[in-house]
């Protein structure tokens, strides 16, 4: 099993999960907030319905185990593309 520092960031999950047909998204802009736009960030399988909604983390942000795989079986990917 991968050590914490062996898990994959935010953004490395999301360029692995690709080849499987996951997709990036996000929310058109819902409100001016005093940080600027409020959107939610989602990952979607084209042959799925099911979706991730994304953390509010920056895409360097190493994902927890048990988040890649809970994100794995929505999305049907297999757990040992990530080690597990």
């Not at 042959?47 to 048990?66: G, I």
């Amino acid at each position: 099993m991968p050590q914490f520092s062996e898990m994959p960031t935010l953004g490395q999950f999301i360029e692995r999960v690709k080849k499987f047909g996951v997709t990036y998204h996000h929310t058109p802009d819902l409100a001016e907030g005093p940080r600027g736009p409020v959107r939610f960030y989602y990952l979607r399988r084209r042959d799925k319905v099911q979706v991730v909604m994304l953390p509010n983390a920056n895409h360097e942000t190493r994902l927890q185990r048990h988040v890649v795989e809970a994100w794995c079986r929505t999305f049907d990917i297999p757990l040992d593309e990530f080690g597990l």
